[in-house]
Nanobody
Framework: QVHLVESGGGLVQAGGSLRLSCAAS????????MGWFRQAPGKEREFVAA????????YYADSVKGRFPISRDNVKNTVYLQMNSLKPEDTALYYC?????????????????WGQGTQVTVSS
């Protein structure tokens, strides 16, 4: 069982930056691949970024590639999403998720544990 709590969301102007954090409970955090997903009002949840247990493998949605690096600290049981050059279309509720595997995927159904989400709002 993994309990996830996101933080770091907020209101920012276009072009600004935010860093999201996802703190995980449990002693086996390093055995999980982690992902970030987002859901905007009236839209389906979509993949943002994912990282393997070691951090060696990362995947990104085309819409955030080069802007939103994902990283993790297995000592602190935390995964991060650094959000740079934010755009109004990045406005969404951002979720982190844990997959009981060392390898990440871009498919939401592959992730077994989810946080409650943190709101990111980008003004133009």
């Amino acid at each position: 069982q993994v309990h996830l709590v996101e933080s770091g969301g907020g209101l920012v102007q276009a072009g600004g930056s935010l860093r999201l954090s996802c703190a995980a409970s449990g002693r086996t955090f390093s055995r999980y691949a982690m992902g970030w997903f987002r859901q905007a009002p009236g839209k389906e949840r979509e993949f943002v970024a994912a990282i393997s247990w070691s951090g060696a493998i990362t995947y990104y949605a085309d819409s955030v590639k080069g802007r939103f690096p994902i990283s993790r600290d297995n000592v602190k049981n935390t995964v991060y999403l650094q959000m740079n050059s934010l755009k109004p279309e990045d406005t969404a509720l951002y979720y982190c998720a844990a997959r009981p595997s060392t390898i990440p995927t871009m498919e939401a159904y592959e992730y077994a544990y989810w946080g409650q989400g943190t709101q990111v709002t980008v003004s133009s």
